[in-house]
Every structure is written in C-alpha cells, then in structure tokens.
C-alpha cells in the first residue's frame, strides 16, 4: 500500500543524503521525496511515499525515526490528510487539437503558463492520482516532457507535526 | 581560557575521561599530534594500521563498557579505519572516532588526502558530524560521546577539517556538563500493563526459553538477569554476543543457540511454547530458517531498539522497548509479587526433556585422537586460566570453538566480532583489552589466517607493553571457508588455504616476543602454563592442530533449529581429501 511518511528533521547539510542513504541501503524504495525549509529556519519537512507491506512500512518509520537528525515524523496513511502534487505538462498543440486540450485542462481545473503556435505549458495540482488521471487523458504522442514536484501533504484537523 | 582547535579536543577528550587514544599521525592531524605531545592527560597508543586502532579501541570498550577513542588522518587513515567503525557498528560497540580531513576552504576539490569521511562511514555509524566551527568543537566532541554510549550504543565518527585544529585560533573553551538534542531521545518508559502481560504470560508457559543477547552485556544487566533466571528456574540460552550474560557453568545454561549452537539449545528453542528474548536481535546465524523458528512459541522481547523488534520474526506477542536493566528489575518486581508461580510440574518435566536432549552430548569430539583437537586446547586454556581470562577471538572455526568450550561465567570476559565477522578483530583487541587491565589474563584464540590480517599490531604489543597470549589454532586451512565446501561444495576447497604459512615462532621473535610451536597434545597444557607464567612477555602459541576438524553441532543454511547436523561418527579425522 501507499504511505505518505511526514518528516521533521534538522536543517543540516547531509540530513538528506542519511535519509536517501537508509531507503537505498535497507533496499526500501522511494516513489517520491520532496523537502524544503519549515518556517522555523533549523527544521526541514521531508514528504517521502513509499510503497509496502505493513510489515516494511513498520521498520521503514522505526529506522527512519533512528536517525539522529530526524526529530518527528508521521504516516499520514494512518488518519485523514490532504495530498496536493503540482506537476507541469509540455504538450504539442496544432490549431485542431488545441481546443480538445483546453476543455481537458478545465475539467482538470489546470492553468495554462506558456503558450506558443505549437505549445501549451500546463499547471496542475492534485492528489498523484489525478495527475496520472490526467496525462492518461492526453495523448501520449503529444507529450514533450512532464515535470511532477513529487507528493507533499498534511494531516486534516487541528493536530500538526511540530516539535 | 582560550585554546586552540586542537587543544579544545585533546582537554574535552580529558574532561571526558577518556584514558586512551589509538591513533595513527597524518597531514590532516598534525596540530592535534602536536597538542598530544604537549598534554599528558590522555594517552595515545601508536598502532601499526588504523583497522588496528579500531579494533583495540573497540576491545577497550568492550572489556570496560566505556566507549573506546580513535584518532585518525584524513584519506587513507580514515579509509583504513572503516572496517574497525563497521565492526563495532553491527555490535553496538560505543566507541568515538576523531577523524582529520582537508582544510574547509578546499573541501570538495578533491585536495590531498580528501576522502569524504561522513559520507564513507554514514552507513556503518550511529552518527556523525563535521566540524564547521571551532567553537562548536567542545560541544560536538561531548554530543559524540552522549550519542555513542546511550541508547543502543554505536560508533560516532567526528571529522575535523584541519583549520580548525589551527595552533593560532584562540578560544574560549568550556566543555559542557550535558547535552541534549530535540531529535534524539534515548530514555524509555515502559508501561506497566507491559510488565505484568509478560509476566503472565511467562508465567503460564509449560516450555518456557530464556533467550539473552549482546544488548544484556551492553546494559550492564547480568545480576539483573541472573536474579530473574534463577527466580524462575527456566532454561536459559546465550547467543554469541551475550556470552557471560549469565554464568556459563550454571545448571540452567543449556549454552549457546544457534548455528553453532548446543542441540539442546535449538531443540529447546523449537520446542518451546513461550520464549522471552532479552537484549537480543534474531539474527539469522541464530534462527535459522524463519519459517521455521520457534513453531509453537509466543515471544516477549525486550530491546532498548523499537527497530529491533519485528525486524526479522514478525510474530512477537509481546513487544518491550526498554532498557534490558530497570526491565528486568521491574519484570524479577512483578514476579516476586505475583500469586501465580511457575507451573512445577510442567516445568520438571520440560527439564527431563532437555536432560534427554543434553546426553546427546552434541560438543563431544574425539578424546583419544594423537592430533591435537582444537577442541581440547580451549578446554586446557580454561583450565589454565581458572576460566577468568578475558578471551578475544578472530573469526573461524577457532571463534567457534572458544564459544564452545570456554565457559564465560563473566560479561565482558568474550571479546569477539559476531555481526560483522571481522578477521583481524583479536589481537587488536586482546591489546586494547590489555591496558585496560593490565593485571588480568588476556588470550587471543585465532586462526593462522585471521591472525595475518592485523599481525602488524605484534609491534604495538612490545611498544606499549601488553603481554597477550596469542593462541593460534593452526589448522593450515580457512578452516570455517573450507568447512562450508566440505559440506556444501563436494569438498572442492578453492583457495581455502594458503601455500605459504609464515614460521610464526620467527615472526614473533621478529617482533620481540617468545614464540613457540607446539605439535603433540601432551605438549599443549605445559606449553599454555608457561606461557601464562610469563607474565610480562607477549606469547605467540603456534598450536598444530587437526587439519580436517570440523565445528559441530551445527544447522546448514536453509534449515531450522530441529534439523541439526551432529558429529556424525566419534573417530580421528582423516586428511581425505588432501591424500
Ligand atoms: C562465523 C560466525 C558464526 C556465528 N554463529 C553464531 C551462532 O551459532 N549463534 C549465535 O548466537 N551467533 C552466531 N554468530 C553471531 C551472529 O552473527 C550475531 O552477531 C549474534 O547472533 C547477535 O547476537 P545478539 O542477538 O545477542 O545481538 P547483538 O548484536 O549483541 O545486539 C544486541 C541487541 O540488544 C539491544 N540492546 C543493546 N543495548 C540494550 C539495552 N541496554 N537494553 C535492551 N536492549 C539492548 C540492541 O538494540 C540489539 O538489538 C556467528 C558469527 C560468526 C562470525
Ligand atoms: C576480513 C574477512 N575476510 C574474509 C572473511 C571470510 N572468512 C570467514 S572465516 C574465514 C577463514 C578463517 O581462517 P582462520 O583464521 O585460519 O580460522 P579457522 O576457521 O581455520 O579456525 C574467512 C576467510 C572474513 N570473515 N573476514
Ligand atoms: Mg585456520
């Protein structure tokens, strides 16, 4: 099953290369990982999906909750949370297929960025479901290139991963 | 005050109470060698090859519970000191390596000597740091030794460019009482609800198992442990880490599981209905085939690693994450107060069984063979020694064997590399072991393989003054690899053995020590006496020994507890395949 694993961990050089370092060495796979700064300076926040049985899961968060510069983290799978993942498609348009795409991109609700004579840049957020649901819908041959940031997410409610 | 780099190192390592360095002088180290000789607080130990310095730090460590000190250069000394991080790593061995690098403005260059140290051992250490800022030495330098001997304890590496170790940059040192750090937690409190399901679960067993490891060693627990067993009156089983947990000449040591382990261990182990782990992590050189482990057995285990549990057997009914120590105090507490005792009658007759299961007597070899039985050196070792040595061990059929048949009453007195199986390990060790207790009876049980992998060290012994014994099972063969194709490989024994063994009565004279070969096995017992009687001189024992032993029992890859390979047939042991 798919987990969307949380993290906290200390804003400091190497703390990425120990997380990435534990999944390939424990021979755990990585769907996506994106991290960045926290409003708090010294803490990043870390969103890791990974796929597995309950079983790998389990070691998954205890080794991860292992490492040192890891101060908190949590499995988003386990209780109500949102999944937003932003993804930026180049697709190929001619003056009969533009239209078609345009009407897609709607009930997507994407964004148009950039538009050239035979181009669209599009903008989508959504949970990676839709986004798959989406380039599905495109022809394939129309595709330039597609750039996705990865899964980020955050619990439902008043609860919050915080120190 | 105001101190240099180096200076800030060498006062915190003393404010730290740290007795010994072993180290190895480069490029990247120099101021610090240079603050060395200019203090005399902390002593440095100069050993041949940087693995050497880990392994004796290791050994220190080890034999004293307190974490042991390295100090490497950068690049290659720090390279050469991975094996040693590693080993200690997979045993949970405290220990805090200093390591040189480059100065921080050519970090990333690919400058002289640059190796990227925290990126080489992130994987083998607890944790490590570089060192940015001279004034957050002294502060990283006490996280190091708090992170390395807390929790479950581990390696720390630290690695210090060389600027700042600078003699001219001056400032104000204070070293720390305490440290905390928000992500790292390592205190556990266990729930009381925890406690009395365990007891009463053990307390409804029929076949119940005591199953202690490594991590009873490292918490310091023995008493605690010894108490509870004996409370109880259950069987117990060390593996090979927790060796000396609980006194090996006890009736209710049925000895060691595993692999290599006792048949009635293993059989114990399989038949038993309620087992409760301690300080122990199921590796797979003790259960065998997974499937198969403990069929019938509801499992308590207690590791101070959350990670430990379910990591290999998912089907633990009780897990306690916690300090082996206060646990035990608090499960003997539960016990004591408990309505409800063992239940006797089922208990005598779970002993009648392993009493059956004992008089198979699965570690009896040949006693009347004219070649000298490995087997019967440790035993005369023990005798010599009054069972009170401190014994380190390489690894092989001769680490085996030491397991087998010296009975570790005592923690801390089985010295070995069980996660990582490093040969090399021992006389590194056995030295390091040395000074920290100069008085004590240190023997080094190695192979005339492993012992070539660190012989250097040999020098660092006459230097530093720490007469060990060297007991060298020569059987002429890696006798563990060539076993492994007798059984597996239709004895076809690719490069298990060397054509060329050194005369290690030469080389020890080489290096300043008494040698001595030993060929029969009368001459065994006089020749240990006297090496033990030698109190201030490295002995190096050269003992000939059957080519073709074999270590029985044991349980072949794939196969579980119940599905032991016992010695087949009591006879001498032929050279067959070499004829
Ligand atoms: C050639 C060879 C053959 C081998 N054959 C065997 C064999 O037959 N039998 C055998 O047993 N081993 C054998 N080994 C060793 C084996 O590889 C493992 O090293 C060993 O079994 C691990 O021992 P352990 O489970 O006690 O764990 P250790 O490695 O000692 O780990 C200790 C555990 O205790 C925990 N712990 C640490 N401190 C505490 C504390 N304060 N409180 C609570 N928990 C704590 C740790 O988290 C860890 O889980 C062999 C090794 C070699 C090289
Ligand atoms: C550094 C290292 N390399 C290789 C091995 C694999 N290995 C395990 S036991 C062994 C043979 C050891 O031979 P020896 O020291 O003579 O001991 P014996 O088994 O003969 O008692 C080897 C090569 C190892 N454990 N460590
Ligand atoms: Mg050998």
Redesign the pocket.
Known sequence: MKHIISILIENEAGALSRVAGLFSARGYNIESLTVAATEDPSLSRMTLVTRGSEDVIAQITKQLNKLIDVVKLIDLADSPHIERELMMVKIKTTEQTRNDIRSVVDIFRGRILDVTPNSYVIEMTGSSEKLDAFTAAISHDSIIEVVRSGATGISRGEQGLHL | MELSGAQILLQSLADEGVEYIFGYPGGAVLHIYDAIFQQEAVKHILVRHEQGATHAADGYARATGKPGVVLVTSGPGATNAV?GIATAYMDSIPMVVISGQVSSPVIGSDAFQEVDMVGITRPCVKHNFLVKDVTKLAETIKKAFYVATTGRPGPVVVDIPKDITAPNILVPYKYPKKVSLRSYNPVVNVAKEQIKAAVELLLSANKPMIYAGGGVVLGEASSELTEFTRHLGYPITNTLMGLGAYPATDKQFVGMLGMHGTYEANMAMHESDVIIAIGARFDDRVTGKLDEFCPYAKIIHIDIDPASISKTIKKIAIPIVGDVKPVLKQLLECLKDSKKKPNKKALETWWQQIDEWRAVQSLEYDRSSDLIK?QFVIEQLYQVTKGDAYVTS??????M?AAQYYHFDKPRRWINSGGL????FGLPAAIGVKLAFPDADVACV??????Q?CIQELSTALQFKTPVKIIN???R???????WQEFSYECRYSH?YMDTIPDFVKLAEAYGHVGIRIDKPEEVRPALEQAFAMKDRTVFLDIMTDRTENVYPMIEAGKGHHDMKLRVALGTSTDRELA
Do not use: K
Not at chain 2, 394 to 399: E, K, M, N, S, Y
Not at chain 2, 477 to 483: F, S
């Open positions: 094996t490995p390489d690894v092989g059929q001769h680490q064997w199986g490093t040969m090399g190695t192979g005339e393989a492993s012992i992998m099972l020569n059987n063969y890696m006798g563990m690899v060539r076993q298990s």
